[in-house]
């Protein structure tokens, strides 16, 4: 890990009250190989978190780690200051401590994913409705209304009623992030969303993005997008090898590179 | 000539038999096989999930009996299940009775011919349902189970809002497949004597000699059920996968 992280953590113990996300020291292995290396992040509210960093340096781990798609072997994860309980388990791995408690969690932590991952057997209308009538039990009629006007906003009111293999992969990826404004959550994560669609479509849900970092939305995106980083995102945190090699504002980060990793991966963007 | 008159008088016995009473025999037995049949795959879709979720289960011991249950009803001859289920059942409802006093020593407590029978076929269908399910789990698009986990639903509403109507629809051709099977496997239960379209035609056969003409009637009427049904399956399927066929 590089000083200048250190001296971040150190420097700004963040307010309780105005941290969305905290992760400490976090590790995760697949087998025999170290994905994660202690890594330990924190998200205020209305943070912009770009999360950069070449394949295989972590990035989709950690925020799989962070709601609980994977499972972390240690460390901490607050959301919105609350500590989500782990326990060891019988095979020694650590576990959640009780499942309802990451259920209520991951309802306020709306994903985002590569391959959108709506339900294919459901309309577009019925993806916007499905969680939060079942999981956080609001009136269907309310659900619905808010539904389309989420739609209208990502503009693809016109296909609420297409079912999603019938969509382009930008319109599934609007109606994927209109998925996730529909469940009001506390924290929007992304899991490199524009990485799998055509560069043509790429724009449409950049822009739809951007709306949502600029009205102050919690977002924690892992990307490749370097404008996306630079411009929308209000910190970026660049992962190598399973550590954190560097944080911080993304114009100075982005014109003086701190390490030399960072440097050389910017370096072969630009090519 | 004599060849056609001959046939024309085949043709007036064969009216004589059926509107003497056989054909509608015949059509009893037509409703009594399909009775088997439905009631055969609703015990084999029930025991067919739970099959397939216990060959799928994480759990070494659970995956055995799903693996061990499908193993033998598969490879077994059905006309030994059905002897098994019925004359065996006899024998266990027999003694049980005895030893409990609510019949006479020397008495018998027959297995109910409509229950072992569908019991029978009902745990074979599920054999060959619980891998149509099975594979159909399998087919679904993993990220769509990973989404509805990271959008908090717990078990039971991913059971009951992603991977259900899921499974259905993947499930639809194999499950044809299997309900074309489950009528076949119905006509061995006439040994239970269940008065189903097989026994009927049987007792027809015999008891009149002409048994070309009433095994050909039979098979003709078996035929007509096993078609009917292929289109049903398939408008069921049409409007399963609706969401993967393009709009028009």
Redesign the interface.
Known sequence: MSANVAAAAKATPPPEDKSAISVRDMRKCFGDHEVLKGISLEAHKGDVISILGSSGSGKSTMLRCINLLETPDSGEVRVDGELIRMKQGRDGRQMPADIRQVERIRANLAMVFQSFNLWSHMTVLENLVAAPTHVLKRPRAECLEQAEILLKRVGIWERRNYYPPHMSGGQQQRAAIARALAMNPKVMLFDEPTSALDPELVGEVLRVMRSLAEEGRTMLVVTHEMGFARDVSSKVMFLHKGEVDSVGEPKEMFARPPTPQFKQFIANFNK | MEFLSDLQAQFSTAYELLAAGWGVQLLWGIAWTLAVTVVSMLIGAILGSLVAAAKLSPRGGLKFIGESYTTVFRGEPELLIIYLFYYGGTQVLTGVARSTGSIGSTDILNMPSFLGGVLAVGIISGAYQAEVFRGSFLAI?R??L?????????AW?RFR??IV??VL?LAVPGLGNVWQLTIKDSALISVTGVAELMLTANKAARSTHHSLLFYTVAGILYLVMTSVSTPIFEKAERYTS???T??K
Do not use: D, K, N, T
């Open positions: 698009h990220g769509e990973e989404a509805a986990r990271a959008y908090g639903m717990s509403l809002l992603v109507p899921q629809r609706r969401s993967f393009r709009p």
